[in-house]
């Protein structure tokens, strides 16, 4: 009788295991409260812990990537990648939640795409971003943000002063994009950029990853 339950209970473990495996490569229903791994190449870290393609991404989690590190990545219909020598912080909506309400980039890059209905807010050393059913792709390093509104609208907003910078929306072509300097003594400056680093495919693969049509189609 011992045998058969633990035969049973290995089976389960075995069938539950496959089920992950495939679920992985599928898009993640908005309302999971986990997030799903679908690419992950090189070093990179959950919260200090070696990250796996089973690993329970999660509202307070931080993500972290080596010099070869890069991982793709959906949560509560959102979806991420995050290049080598990066590190990413997902904010809580409050003590204990489950939902993702604002993101800390702390260093590195980060592509991201968001459902629509609520917003998000990505914030850096110099900027805050306030995005709604937005891509974005943002770059940062002490001295300076490099933002990217790829499709939707974002408001930029100063770290330092709290103040509105920018409300950028791309209208005809896709990207609309900003780099952010900021110095202590001569403050929060903002410049227009060119695309940079990223491409079309990238952001129309995070929409696709989520279960959305690629915005780029007219």
């Not at 812990?49 to 509202?59: G, T």
Request: charged residues 20%.
């Amino acid at each position: 009788m011992k045998t058969t339950r633990h035969m049973t209970s290995r089976r389960t473990f075995v069938a539950g295991a496959a089920a992950f495996a495939a679920g992985a490569l599928l898009p993640l229903p908005a309302a999971a409260r986990w997030g799903v791994v679908h690419e992950l190449s090189g070093e990179a870290t959950i919260n200090g812990f070696r990250l796996v393609p089973a690993s329970a991404i999660r509202a307070g989690s931080t993500i972290a990537t080596g010099a070869e590190g890069r991982v793709w990545f959906t949560l509560g219909g959102d979806a991420y990648f995050l290049r080598p020598r990066s590190r990413l912080r997902l904010e809580p909506s409050g003590p204990g939640e489950e939902v993702v309400n604002a993101l800390r980039l702390l260093s590195g890059a980060v592509g991201a795409t968001f459902r629509g209905g609520a917003g998000r807010s990505l914030r850096t050393s110099s900027v805050t971003i306030g995005v709604r059913g937005t891509g974005v792709y943002i770059e940062t390093s002490p001295q300076e943000t490099y933002a990217c509104t790829c499709f939707g609208a974002a408001e930029l907003r100063s770290v330092a002063t709290e103040g509105t910078l920018e409300h950028l929306a791309p209208r005809g072509a896709p990207h609309l994009a900003r780099r952010i300097l900021h110095d202590p003594q001569t403050g929060t400056r903002i410049a227009a950029a060119s695309l940079e680093r990223h491409t079309n495919e990238e952001m129309a693969r995070l929409e696709r990853i989520a279960g959305r049509p690629n915005p780029f189609n007219s």
